[in-house]
T-cell receptor, first 116, second 108 residues
Framework: EAQVTQNPRYLITVTGKKLTVTCSQN?????MSWYRQDPGLGLRQIYY???????DKGDVPEGYKVSRKEKRNFPLILESPSPNQTSLYFC???????????????FGEGSRLTVL | EDKVVQSPLSLVVHEGDTVTLNCSYE??????LLWYKQEKKAPTFLFML????IEKKSGRLSSILDKKELFSILNITATQTGDSAIYLC????????FGQGTTLQVKP
């Protein structure tokens, strides 16, 4: 089944304790992206990757890191989480960036993170 | 600054009603506009629009884009409780920007 898989789905952690949210897709997609969703603010892009070893900042990259060493995986790293990073996080992928943009994005199920 | 604004932010209707959701945008280098439906989990793709005036239709849902007035509408006819969700509009310019979403609640 074609899917984007995120883990963990739920996490409660404390300020300063490094954590990684994994994202994996099995559709051989080139483009992958991380979003956070907060009430009243919609989906905001954190980082994106056009292909392996190619990553770039989105609108709200502060406090996050990513890497794209393999095509299928795009982990999101919070080196020193803070309470303002409490949010619902989505990983998404699409087949290929093209002239009309990323096209249809396939989303993971979301990871709800709480930082105390 | 590029922006995407959806209205209304929330809406409550009864089954059988018709609803119209709005998405207006100011985006440089417009390439496409996308609609997604988000129930309790991941957003799922509904439509991608690139040309003005051409209606996209899927069952009771339809959408159209006006590139002159910079907006799109999503229509849902004969609403059902299963249509209750957040509807997200996203516009692809230099990057993909999402609106705040419209929360639709359909009551029996």
């Amino acid at each position: 089944e074609a899917q984007v898989t995120q883990n963990p789905r739920y996490l409660i952690t404390v300020t300063g304790k490094k954590l990684t949210v994994t994202c994996s897709q099995n559709m051989n997609h080139e483009y992958m992206s991380w979003y956070r969703q907060d009430p009243g603010l919609g989906l905001r892009q954190i980082y994106y990757s056009m292909n392996v070893e190619v990553t770039d900042k989105g609108d709200v990259p502060e406090g996050y890191k990513v890497s794209r060493k393999e095509k299928r995986n795009f982990p999101l790293i919070l080196e020193s989480p803070s309470p303002n990073q409490t949010s619902l996080y989505f990983c998404a992928s699409s087949l290929t960036p093209r002239a009309r943009g990323t096209g249809e994005l396939f989303f993971g199920e979301g990871s709800r993170l709480t930082v105390l | 600054e590029d922006k995407v604004v959806q209205s209304p932010l929330s809406l409550v209707v009864h089954e059988g009603d018709t609803v119209t959701l709005n998405c207006s945008y100011e985006v440089t280098n417009f390439r496409s506009l996308l609609w997604y439906k988000q129930e309790k989990k991941a957003p799922t793709f509904l439509f991608m629009l690139t040309s003005s005036g051409i209606e996209k239709k899927s069952g009771r849902l339809s959408s159209i884009l006006d590139k002159k007035e910079l907006f799109s509408i999503l229509n849902i006819t004969a609403t059902q409780t299963g249509d209750s969700a957040i509807y997200l509009c996203a516009v692809q310019g230099g990057k993909l920007i999402f609106g705040q979403g419209t929360t639709l609640q359909v009551k029996p």
